[in-house]
């Protein structure tokens, strides 16, 4: 068979190609030439042109070689070859010398350019907020300090992971939004190495937040991050107040001496566990946390009285007309909820919750209290409950512990989980120490079947938890909230059958798929990274805090809880919010609040609200609650 002939232009683009193949001498070459193909016939048309163009054929031809060798910078003298060649020569030289330094300061400035896209220059911001590592938590805590600093003129957050800092820029814009007058500053490289935590400049900061990484073995690198941040620290005094975050217990306290001194290390796993259990009691104390750690809404303060001192501190609750006390701040120590007849010291502080700092002022609200409003009767009686555990992964054990220890002879905890043998174990482990009337059961199935839940009478139980998939190594993070979306659409397809709402606490991972759950608005969803996320950026506001916030959801202490109204003022007359407090104050407690039941599918406050002012007046209903701060 006769072979095809290549067509010319395709072999002179092979030949062109091959050519410039050779590297560089091959591309100045070519350069070369199209640019004199290009200048010298131009420069002949101006000299041929020129009305003042020499007569002879040799002057126009060195008057085109003289434009050619200005435009070219070639130097352009004519005469002699000898002058010709050394104009020729003198200017390759200029041309190699000028070259070269534009080029020596390209790459400087590329590299440099590189440098600071990569994060690699140290921050000199004083008193900023310095977060290392990234998670989930990242945006709720960013987002949180960027609040907190609404006021102030000059505030910075540096954020130091071993990501790009591209890619942690337009992350931070896109889930936190409009950041005010604080900067975002990202630098890139291991928390692990203490010359790389320089960068974001710790000595200097007013506080150091470690974030426990998406990985299996987070716990131990933030400890790592702890160590290298002691040893970038060393010397350094004061060093900025330090606020980190674990998972598990078993590295609460290696985490805190590496902290050091005046560190604060939250244990993530066990606050969600017990978060979980008692909206599970209560449902609607989700929405309560949320407003009391969100810097959007009222918070904690610590306040100083005077004219206070000496007296108990019952009368200290009937005090602030916009405040609710809910405590004693002695030296270090806090006293939540103590008794109504303990005396104020000199030197104590009260621990308030008020819009702000300064909105905490002094009153006497005893006048607005209308005893005849108030409940006599016995408060009501806590019953045996029922749970059902949908799903089941670390944390699982935490949630089973605690619903022990509250529970009352009779209760029963239903765990449905993929059998695995870890599972059975887990469960079996967790059920070894019953001996509190608790009966614990497990039953296998697929808690995104339907035909699982259709075994269960789910109508039967008090409340019903979802718990979401521990990520197996490289899956994504929040990839077991698909799972918990389908249980729950299965859930809402129950609901739907037979008309009833189910009592339902829900965990996610990512905040973001809370939007996309078929729950009812002002259902309890308990995101474990944003509640830690907030607890970190609140104490890393006010180091005093941290010890309030510790009793305040430790399981034997006074916590927030959610009671029905009429066990403290009579339903359907309309009265003071002093006088529910007064009545809360001879059961032993301190009421913060209420939640509206016909407002609780309301948003965005779901019927929740906090620190309303003495003097409101409204009417109880039976369905309503109240938020009080108090033990079980």
Same mark, same amino acid.
């Given at each position: ?110 590299? %440099? ?121 060393? &010397? ?13 217990? %078993? ?62 501190? &019952? ?70 409950? %029922? ?95 698909? %799972? ?48 830690? &996320? ?99």
């Amino acid at each position: 068979m006769a072979q095809r002939r290549t067509r010319f232009g395709d072999r002179a683009r092979y030949w062109f190609d091959s050519t410039l193949a050779r590297g560089a001498s091959a591309l100045v070459g070519w350069m070369a030439l199209l640019c004199l193909a290009v200048v010298v016939p131009a420069s002949a048309v101006l000299v041929w042109t020129e009305p003042d163009a020499p007569a002879s054929l040799a002057g126009r031809l060195a008057q085109v070689w003289r434009l050619t060798g200005e435009t070219l910078r070639l130097g352009g003298a004519t005469g002699t070859p000898l002058r010709v060649t050394m104009s020729v020569l003198l200017a390759l030289v200029a041309l190699l010398y000028v070259s070269t330094l534009v080029g020596l300061i390209t790459t400087a400035l590329t590299e %440099r350019l590189t440098a600071l896209r990569r994060g690699r220059s140290t921050v000199l911001e004083k008193g900023h907020a310095v977060v290392l590592g990234w998670s989930e938590q990242i945006f709720t805590v960013v987002s949180e300090l960027v609040a907190a600093n609404t006021n102030q003129r000059r505030a910075a957050v540096a954020v130091l992971a071993e990501r790009d800092k591209s890619a942690m820029e337009e992350a931070l814009s896109t889930k936190v939004g409009p950041v005010g007058r604080t900067r975002l500053i990202c630098r890139s490289g291991p928390t692990t190495d203490p010359s790389v935590l320089t960068l974001a400049g710790p000595a200097t900061a007013g506080v150091v937040l470690v974030l426990p990484q998406d990985e299996p073995d987070a716990d131990a690198e933030v400890v790592k991050t702890l160590l290298a941040l002691g040893a970038a620290l060393a &010397g350094e005094e004061p060093r900025p107040p330090v606020v980190a975050a674990v998972r598990d217990d %078993r590295y609460r306290l290696a985490a805190r001496l590496a902290a050091g001194p005046g560190g604060v290390v939250l244990e993530s796993d066990t606050i969600t566990a017990r978060l979980i259990v008692q909206a599970a009691r209560r449902p609607g104390l989700s929405l309560v946390h949320q407003e009391l750690l969100d810097f959007a809404g009222d918070e904690f303060y610590l306040v100083d009285e005077p004219i206070l001192a000496d007296r108990p501190f &019952g009368d200290a609750l009937l005090s602030y007309p916009t405040a609710s006390v809910v405590g004693i701040m002695r030296g270090e120590t806090p006293l939540l909820n103590p008794p109504p007849q303990t005396p104020l010291a000199p030197g104590d502080l009260l621990i308030v919750i008020s819009r702000d700092d300064d909105s905490a002022w002094a009153a006497d609200c005893a006048e607005l209290v209308e005893e005849a409003a108030m409940a006599s009767g016995p408060p009501t009686p806590v019953r045996p409950e %029922r749970v059902l555990v949908l799903g089941w992964n670390r944390r699982a054990p935490l949630v089973v512990e605690q619903l022990r220890r509250c529970a009352r002879p009779g209760s029963v905890v239903d765990v449905v989980a993929n059998g695995g043998e870890a599972t059975v174990r887990q469960v079996t482990e967790a059920d070894a120490d019953s001996g509190t009337g608790l009966t614990l059961t497990l039953h296998h199935g697929d808690v995104t079947r339907p035909e699982t839940l259709r075994r269960l009478n789910v109508h039967l139980y008090d409340s019903v938890i979802v718990l979401g998939q521990d990520p197996a190594p490289g899956q994504p993070p929040d990839d077991p909230d698909n %799972r918990t979306l389908v249980t729950l659409l299965l859930l809402r397809q129950l609901e739907e059958a037979t008309g009833r709402e189910l009592p339902v606490v829900t965990e996610l991972i990512d905040d973001r798929n809370r939007a996309l759950a078929p729950i009812s608005p002002g259902a309890d969803v308990i995101v474990s990274g944003k509640l830690i &996320g907030l607890l970190m950026a609140q104490i890393s506001q006010n180091r005093h805090l941290a010890t309030v916030f510790e009793e305040l959801f430790s399981a034997d202490g006074a916590g927030v809880r959610l009671r029905p109204a009429p066990d403290y003022v009579l339903p359907g007359l309309e009265t003071s919010f002093a006088t529910v407090v007064a009545a809360a104050r001879l059961r032993g407690e301190c009421a913060i609040g209420y939640r509206c039941h016909e407002d609780a599918s309301t948003s965005p406050g779901h019927g929740v609200r906090i620190n309303p002012p003495k003097a409101e007046r409204r009417r109880w209903t039976v369905d309503d609650e109240v938020v009080v701060v108090g033990k079980d």
